[in-house]
């Protein structure tokens, strides 16, 4: 009897590290609000917490002017790609990514490449992604997403990354709940990252409360906040 209750105690303990150690992160860069509304669809269908990414030089217009500010970005990073100094500086991340064991990276394509400030995030934090299951979404107008793979396997090449990546461009965008539902089955989420709970859910607003239970109306600043219900960070 007291063996029987030993065994018991020790597989629920098992099972409290293993839920524990089996948690989803999506880590998000969006310019346009198409990345953020891949990801308000996306958390939608998977327990994850959120991450969202931000340029540490606020107001800028990388599409100006024929995209100059965006391609200047971009070119830096190619000609020095292992030098810090290449990449734009971004907000402060606070989060260690040693609590997940799949890392979700949604991100927007900037002229067939990773978004310049997804690629300082990497760039910095991409280590601590080694030996975990990482996925990739990248929004884009229409254009292929190959160099945008291309950069995140440059920038986290030690990971274990889902079968497919999810492509979600204009044409679609407004079909993306469907798009992450088939790819989450097709990478066989559940299965790959231990976590048995895939829901499928229609798609609603997102609503945006302070600790207090009021109702934001405009995007908030860094803090905690309850979206849709769920606790998140705000970087």
């Known amino acids: 009897m007291k063996r029987n209750f030993i065994v018991m105690i020790f597989s629920v303990l098992m099972l409290l590290c293993t839920t524990a ?15 953020r509304e891949i990801v308000t669809t996306l958390t939608s269908l998977i327990d ?27 070119n830096a990073i190619q000609t020095a790609p292992n030098d810090a100094s290449s990449y734009p500086a971004i907000d402060p991340v606070t989060i260690s990514l040693s609590d997940y064991s799949t890392i979700i990276i949604v991100t927007p394509l900037w002229w067939s490449q990773m978004a310049a400030p997804m690629q300082t995030y990497l760039f910095n934090y991409g280590g601590q992604m080694a030996g975990k299951n990482v996925g990739l979404i990248v929004s884009s107008a229409s254009s292929g997403i190959s160099g945008v793979a291309a950069d995140c396997k440059r920038l986290v090449p030690d990971c274990n990354y889902f079968s497919e990546n999810l492509w979600v461009n204009h044409s ?12 989450l089955t097709a990478v066989n989420y559940n299965t ?44």
Do not use: F, M
């Not at 150690?21 to 990345?35: L, R, W």
């Not at 959120?50 to 606020?58: D, G, N, R």
């Not at 803090?223 to 970087?235: A, P």
């Open 48 to 74: 994850a917490d959120v991450l969202e990414i931000l340029p540490a030089e606020k107001g800028l217009k990388y599409e100006a002017n024929g995209y100059a500010l965006g391609t200047q970005l971009l």
């Open 21 to 35: 150690s089996a948690k989803t992160i999506v880590v998000y860069y969006s310019y346009t609000n198409n990345c």
């Open 172 to 183: 679609n965008h407004s079909n993306r709940a469907s798009l992450i539902q088939n790819w």
């Open 192 to 235: 790959v990252t231990g976590i048995n709970e895939t829901r499928t859910t229609a798609l609603t607003p997102t609503r945006i409360y302070d600790l207090t239970g009021k109702l934001l109306k405009q995007k908030p600043s860094k803090g905690i906040y309850i979206v849709n219900g769920k606790k998140r960070i705000i970087e």
